[in-house]
């Protein structure tokens, strides 16, 4: 089976004049359908975890995907218990599973508490891909600078490890104060050297390498940034395909 992550920073629904995120969301859809091994609707699993399992958030992907008949959706809520009887049966029939954004620190916390940390990874062994924005980007990863614990970012390293690099979500130019921090906790061995993505922008790998990056926003890029071993960092563009 091939392991696939596709990790993207932004938010659903588009700013005006801008198609948001929606090109990403399909290219997601595009993915788990190709995953399949018969025909028949991509099987979505969307974890609001993140954000508390709030109900506006279900909301919106409902709103979005529940009415496809290229689509079954099905959410899993974790408050007050697990919405599912079977987590490991439900998860490993999905051709998706796509975690919304948010507290990537209670993300962690509340999936180890109930042994998602484990399962998700038995479904990327098993093909399943893995997705999601933000908090939900952060997570495959070692880890990346967050706001969960205040409004100052700091380093967070607990992440579940499936990607072995850093990633950094929200990178865009007129971020200034992300952007340096992220670069500086690299620079400063406080995480690993990794990908940072500008919003709209979308990282695909296959395995641990990175095997394409995408972009539903033109002009918009990703960054590889690493240690420069005295202090510093060097970092490059990655140009992505434009959807």
Do not use: K
């Amino acid at each position: 089976m091939r392991r696939q992550v596709f990790a993207f920073s932004g938010v659903l629904e588009p700013r005006p004049g801008e198609r948001g995120n929606r090109p990403l969301l399909e290219h997601v859809l595009a993915l788990g359908a190709a995953r399949r091994q018969e025909p028949g609707p991509v099987r979505l699993c969307y974890l609001p975890t993140a954000v508390g399992d709030d109900p506006a958030a279900v909301s919106a992907y409902q709103r979005v995907l529940g009415g496809r008949d290229d689509v079954v959706l099905s959410v899993l809520q974790l408050f007050p218990r697990p919405s599912l009887p079977d987590l490991r049966t439900h998860l490993l029939t999905q051709d998706v599973v796509l975690v919304e954004g948010g507290s990537v620190v209670n993300l962690l916390a509340v999936w180890r508490a109930h042994g998602l940390a484990e399962l998700l990874r038995e479904c990327w062994e098993a093909g399943v891909v893995l997705a999601g924005p933000s908090a939900g980007s952060l997570c495959w990863h070692v880890g990346g600078p967050t706001d969960a614990w205040s409004e100052r970012l700091a380093p967070f390293t607990e992440g579940l490890g499936l990607i072995p690099h850093s990633n950094a979500v929200h990178d865009d130019l007129t971020d200034l104060p992300r952007r340096a921090s992220y670069r500086r906790m690299v620079a400063a061995g406080e995480l690993p050297g990794g990908y940072a993505t500008e919003d709209g922008v979308g990282l695909y790998y296959l395995g641990t390498a990175l095997a394409e990056t995408v972009t539903a926003r033109p002009g918009a890029r990703a960054w590889r940034v690493d240690p420069d071993g005295e202090g510093g960092f060097f970092e490059r563009p990655v140009v992505p395909r434009q959807l």
